[in-house]
């Protein structure tokens, strides 16, 4: 039995890694914002799983966090393996007019967010010297781009973060996996432009993103590898994009 941790899924890529990743042997426990949507997920996916736990957290708030993992204790619970994956865009404008508010939101979820629920999870992984830390950061983490650097720094962030924490952890059997995709076709271009279509729409246009199904069967591999096998750093992106910038649009 293995449990795994998934933050940000009540939908996207974190549903996608949720329904991927349920089985007869795999306790669930399934965190977001949106408390209505993981409990239609719950309900889909409980003949699958043996078992779902879900709770309403806010990863920008160390508290929201700390109760989660107080209750997961109380309950005997403890997490093997860790999908960070609640983060978001927001805006595209150059620093100079950037909105200030939303900086702080993607500081706050992408980087500390991601930072909360990793030290709160390696308590248990580092006292039972067994785990797996799946990161998702993006190919934006590698290649910034103009009118994105703000939220291209904090994915940048989850890359070192992730080879960081693997050196210190070299001397555990506890696993660091940074996942990058590039453009994947989920609701991260509708929130980023907080619900015009036409421009989210527009982010996909003459090109096949990948889905949210592709980045989830890319963590189920990494996870699935054998103990003395570490997958430091995956970049997957649709076929004709080549990095964040270079695209070829039909």
């Known amino acids: ?59 920008q708030k160390m ?16 997490v093997d393996i860790l999908v960070n994956n609640a983060g978001l865009a927001l805006g595209l404008s150059d620093v100079e007019n950037g909105d200030i508010s939303d900086w702080d939101m993607m500081i706050d979820t992408n980087i500390k967010g991601l930072l909360y629920v990793t030290k709160l999870s390696l308590r248990h992984m580092v006292k039972n ?3 797996h830390i799946v990161n998702m950061g993006s190919i934006a983490g590698i ?23 693997r050196k210190e952890l070299v001397d555990k059997n506890i696993k660091v996996t940074n996942i990058q995709p590039g453009l994947v076709e989920t609701n991260f271009s509708n929130v980023r432009f907080r619900g015009d279509l036409e421009r989210a729409n ?8 990948l889905t949210a199904d592709d980045v989830a069967d890319t963590v189920s591999y990494v996870i699935s590898m054998p103990q003395h096998v570490q997958i430091c750093e995956i970049t997957i992106t649709p076929l004709h994009q080549a990095s964040v910038d270079v695209v070829y649009r039909e």
């Open 143 to 165: 290649y910034a781009y103009p009118k994105g650097a703000v939220y291209a720094a904090t994915k940048s962030a989850v890359k070192f973060i992730s080879d960081g924490l």
């Open 1 to 59: 039995m293995r449990t795994i941790l998934i933050t940000g899924a009540s939908s996207g890529i974190g549903k996608a890694c949720a329904e991927k990743l349920s089985s007869a042997e795999t306790q669930l426990i399934l965190c977001s914002r949106n408390i209505d949507k993981l409990q239609n997920l719950k309900n889909k996916l409980e003949s699958k799983a043996a078992s779902i736990s879900i709770y309403k957290v806010d990863v």
């Open 129 to 131: 010297n067994f785990g």
């Open 63 to 78: 508290d929201s966090v700390e109760a989660m993992f107080k209750d997961l204790a109380e309950g005997g619970i403890n």
């Open 202 to 209: 527009d982010v996909y246009r003459g090109i096949k993103p």
